[in-house]
């Protein structure tokens, strides 16, 4: 049933996903940033409905003055502000929300418009209402009221606006723009105190610096953009290669115009006024952008410093006749401009920002990319030294601070889920098969708090779409601000990692996943409350065949994302948890909330359905479970006896009384009965056999048998070791090996998959690895040099790997058991092999790519 749903919602979701979409990814005029007359390309009338007309562009930043007539005479009346002329700022989806702003004379918002925004969010969950229902908080408030996210705090003179559920981060950073932009343009026009920054008091030298003296010393600085980080094919050719400098200290101007250039310069600026220089020493595109010749503005670049922003237009342009620094590079484009601005210090640090186009490989639109350099002059040109320069925190710290105390109680909690379930087998110990309140205690409680703390209070229910994300991120771009932005979901990765590896997933799948534990929960009182006689679990082998559908899922979602992490995030609506805790059921289209009703209407018969055969994140979790550290103990005897799997409601225990980790979900049934005398039939039988012998009963030793006595010892039957997952393995080279013999041995296994004494008996196998090895050995020779694209890569890794997985199979099948200092090792099944394989090779490939980016950044 679940399945043919999930196919349902695949097959409706297009049409829902897309039926309304609004502001997401609107398409907006060309010249929209270098039009003098603004308000004929967007609707300015609706942002200040009480303007009958509007100026063109005025000031730097620009914004637009907003007339009333009265008479027959037109009163100005506030200004409208488009707040990509002014910041930048991305939302989460790493775009920024392009937002009309109108404001009063007195400096009250008047009227906001959302033109343009890229969140997923606000396309498949969120209505885009909301953000507009947010955005109407700021009606009627002034643009010098401290203005948070949050509750109001009035001995601090802070006001509050209420978030979106769901979309925290858009609407933090939508706060930031709005009052940057408001800020900018109040200071310019009189309303706000413009920013006052100390002016530099030179040390002036007389002396001529080279261009590599000055670029040591921070005065020039160099932004460099390569075609594939704007979405071209990879070119030995960069973008863009330019750089810029201070030409407002002496003796920097003099070392880059040379004496009489610089002179004529000074001449030329007023006071107050100040001066910095770009040339473009690589690249085809062009700094200056064509928005100059249509609207006599340098659209390409920005000039920030601290909350203040400047733009360049015609009037602020100078020729760059040429630079004289010894070393200098050449260079095709170049130009001299001019900052008009009394808040602009060369003494503070201030930031280059040039926009480019980049262009979506996988559906062709272009949207902006920023890249931003800063430059601050060094120590020894300042008398004094630099000043003392305040930066506003990042918008991540901002969040951080406002949730200081639910973010404590959440590290808190899972705190203690760790420490109750690493004392596991005492609280196991101390209960029996009718009462397992010494366990249920603290895992039921853990899934109330997950429910309503976690996953609605917090909303931090983790998602495939983040993996697809840390992949992405670590593959391409790593940004820590991205996942920074969610303090909980940081924090819930940070353990969730660290437990897969030491006990697999069940600890969070099984005890703190908020959909996981609704669905378990459901379970258990469907089952209190009379249905208990229609629950049942799938048939085994039923089971063995769709335990597999979840790692389909998340391949299919892992290779769509290499193509487009736009189809994939849409595919990942397979996922309930958005649907369940971010948007919930009413706020979204009916297929949606059918999918959840029936999944959650399914989990009142079946145990988890959803996870253990649909969810690919717990797919995901689950192949690195393969090496947790810890498991659940066996004994020899559960390869015969049939009660713990009958009662297993993961159906993770096989006919050999072997726990399969993968599919585990830490309800420690198994582990109460493993010391239960009354229930685990070994133990049963032998105190049966004790108290008919009249012998005393000694304590459960750490092997799951009674403490032996002289009169009886236990011996338990013949058959496989149920305590490893698999038969084990003694590779000599690897467990009779020792120091740094063995540590060699081990890397040698990892890296090297062929075997001498398996050359004979597959030869062709052999033959054709040395072939796949050379060839993608080349590949990274050829990407370490700038000659393959990523894509390429990323595929042919993929291809080692299918390879290695095979030759494996072939000529090395066992596995690692527990740490990797130990040396235990059994044999693998595919899955096990599959999961070794693609987890090594994934933690290489990764590797690579960071040393590769890091190599690269050197260059920069």
């Not at 064509?290 to 237009?313: E, H, L, N, P, W």
Request: charged residues 20%; hydrophobic residues 45%; positive net charge.
């Amino acid at each position: 049933m679940q399945i043919i749903s999930c196919l349902m919602i695949y097959g409706l979701m297009p049409a829902f996903s897309y039926a309304s979409t609004g502001a997401y990814e609107a398409v907006l005029p060309e010249n929209l940033k270098t039009a003098k007359d603004m308000c004929a390309l967007v609707p300015c009338g609706e942002v200040f409905p009480d303007a009958a007309s509007f100026s063109e562009r005025l000031g730097n930043p620009p914004y637009v003055e907003a007339y009333s007539e009265q008479g027959g005479q037109k009163k100005l009346i506030g200004y409208v502000m488009l707040s990509t002329d002014i910041t930048d700022t991305p939302a989460y989806s790493g775009k920024p929300v392009v937002t009309l702003i109108g404001m009063d004379i007195q400096g009250k918002f008047v009227g906001i418009k959302v033109l343009k925004h890229s969140e997923p969010i606000l396309l498949l969950g969120i209505p885009e209402s909301a953000l507009l229902k947010f955005n109407q908080q700021y009606i009627g408030r002034s643009v010098a009221d401290k203005i948070e996210v949050g509750p109001s705090r009035p001995a601090e003179g802070i006001l509050g606006v209420d978030a979106i559920s769901g979309a925290t981060v858009t609407v933090i950073v939508q706060n930031q723009v709005m009052m940057a932009a408001g800020t900018a343009v109040a200071k310019q026009v009189g309303i706000l105190a413009p920013t006052v920054r100390l002016q530099p008091d030179y040390k002036i030298k007389n002396k001529k610096y080279s261009w590599n003296e000055l670029a040591s010393l921070g005065s020039i600085k160099k932004i460099l953009v390569h075609t594939e980080q704007v979405g071209l094919p990879k070119s030995d050719t960069p973008f863009i290669e330019m750089w810029f400098g201070d030409l407002n200290h002496p003796d920097v101007g003099i070392s880059l115009l040379g004496e009489d250039n610089y002179q004529n310069l000074r001449a030329h600026l007023k006071e107050g006024e100040h001066a910095i220089f770009i040339i473009r020493s690589n690249g085809n595109e062009s700094f200056k952008g064509s928005g100059f010749v249509r609207g006599g503005m340098y659209d390409r670049i920005r000039v920030k410093q601290g909350a203040d922003s400047f733009t360049f237009r015609d009037l602020d342009y100078v020729n760059l006749y040429g630079v004289k620094a010894q070393g200098a590079p050449a260079y095709n484009e170049s130009a001299i401009f001019i900052i008009r601005s009394q808040a602009f210090s060369p003494a503070y640090p201030w930031t280059l920002a040039f926009l480019g186009n980049r262009i979506d490989r996988a559906t062709g639109t272009k949207s902006f990319a920023n890249f931003e350099q800063t430059l601050w002059l060094a120590d020894e040109l300042l008398i004094g030294g630099r000043p003392q320069a305040d930066t506003a925190d990042a918008a991540w710290i901002g969040i951080w601070k406002s949730r200081a105390l639910s973010i404590a109680l959440f590290v808190l909690l899972l705190t203690s889920v760790t420490v109750a379930y690493a004392f596991r087998e005492k609280l196991t110990r101390r209960s029996t098969l009718k009462n397992k309140w010494p366990v249920n205690l603290f895992k039921y409680s853990a899934w109330v708090l997950s429910i309503g703390f976690v996953g609605f209070g917090a909303m931090a229910q983790p998602s495939i779409t983040q993996v697809l994300t840390w992949f992405h991120s670590i593959l391409f771009q790593w940004t820590w601000s991205l996942f920074l932005s969610d303090p909980f979901i940081f924090v819930f990765w940070i353990f969730i990692i660290l437990t897969v590896f030491l006990y697999g997933r069940g600890l969070f799948c099984g005890w703190l996943c908020p959909f996981g534990s609704l669905s378990e929960a459901l379970y258990k009182v469907a089952g209190k409350i009379g249905l208990k006689r229609f629950q049942s679990h799938v048939p085994h082998a039923v089971h063995e065949k769709l335990k597999w559908l979840k790692y389909a899922i998340f391949l299919g979602l892992l290779s769509v994302s290499l193509f487009s992490m736009g189809l994939a995030e849409v595919l990942a609506e397979v996922e309930p948890f958005k649907t369940t805790f971010l948007v919930g059921i009413t706020h979204r289209a009916w297929p949606y909330g059918l999918f959840v009703c029936v999944l959650l209407a399914v989990s009142l018969f079946i145990e988890r359905p959803y996870c253990k055969y649909i969810c690919p994140l717990g797919a995901a979790l689950a192949i690195p479970s393969t090496f947790r550290w810890f498991g659940l103990k066996r004994k020899q005897d559960c390869n015969s006896c049939k009660a713990c799997a009958v009662g297993c409601g993961s159906l993770a225990i096989d006919k050999n009384g072997r726990i399969d980790h993968r599919e585990c979900l830490h309800c420690l049934d198994c582990m109460v009965l493993y010391t239960e005398p009354h229930a685990c039939p070994p133990l049963a039988k032998e105190r049966k056999q004790r108290e008919k012998a009249g012998l005393r009963m000694t304590p459960i030793g750490k092997d799951g048998y009674f403490i032996p006595i002289q009169e009886i010892r236990n011996v338990p039957k013949a058959g496989p070791d149920p305590r490893m997952a698999s038969e084990p393995v003694y590779p000599a080279h690897l467990t009779q090996s020792r120091g740094w013999v063995w540590l060699m041995q081990e890397l040698k296994h990892h890296l090297w998959p062929w075997q001498r004494t398996a050359w004979q008996k597959n030869k062709i196998w052999q033959l054709t690895g040395f072939v796949v090895a050379g060839g993608v050995s080349l590949a990274w020779i050829f990407a370490a040099m700038g000659r393959l694209e990523s894509g390429v890569i990323i595929a042919l890794w993929f291809g080692w790997s299918m390879y290695e997985l095979v030759l494996r199979m072939l000529s090395q099948r066992y596995v690692k058991e527990g740490p990797w200092w130990r040396t235990q090792y059994r044999y693998a099944s595919l899955m096990d092999m599959f999961s070794y394989v693609c987890f090594k090779n994934l933690i290489i490939g990764a590797g690579l790519f960071l040393i590769l980016k890091f190599f690269a950044d050197l260059n920069v």
